[in-house]
């Protein structure tokens, strides 16, 4: 997405793909990857519903956590359908993140698991976390990914 007046990049996208295979393949390959320094993050659809009650709110993380090390600290409970570290402009951790999970049973095990575990020298706090009125129905199919955090410097439109 470009910015009409001064033709810059706005730092997030769409992608549109023909199968849902190769939608699925480029999530598994991609998220998480750094372009130009910067650690992007792929979600089905920005304005996509998730469970809200397999959507956990984890607090209090280090502020050396990275996106890649949030969800790698929460996979063993089950399959992510998303996760998203909160950061400043700067890129610096916020200090508490997003985890979906494909289902309640892997959220439920995180929060037993992980709340008020110590990482690093911080006790996080994890819970559910939801605002129901901002959410709409997923569906089981998708083949658009919605692009954030993506370089804003030497991008121009075509």
């Known amino acids: 997405m470009f910015d009409n007046e001064t033709k810059r990049s706005k730092g997030f996208g769409y992608l549109n793909f023909y199968a849902q295979e190769e ?78 999970f ?9 929060i037993a698991k992980m709340h008020g575990t110590n990482v690093g020298d911080k006790q996080i706090e994890v819970m559910i976390h939801s605002k129901k009125e901002e959410r709409e129905d997923q569906g089981d199919k998708f083949t658009n990914l919605y692009v954030q955090n993506l370089p804003t410097e030497n991008f121009t439109s075509v």
């Open 23 to 100: 939608a699925i393949k480029c999530m598994e390959e991609m998220n998480n990857a750094v372009i130009d320094g910067r650690q992007v993050v792929l979600n089905k659809k920005k304005d996509s519903v998730f469970d809200s009650k397999a959507n956990v709110l984890v607090r209090n993380l280090p502020k050396d956590t990275d996106q890649k090390g949030l969800m790698a600290m929460f996979s063993e409970f089950g399959n992510i359908k998303s996760c998203k570290l909160e950061v400043y402009g700067s890129g610096e951790s916020r200090g508490f993140g997003y985890v979906q």
């Open 102 to 110: 494909e289902n309640v049973d892997g959220a439920n095990a995180a």
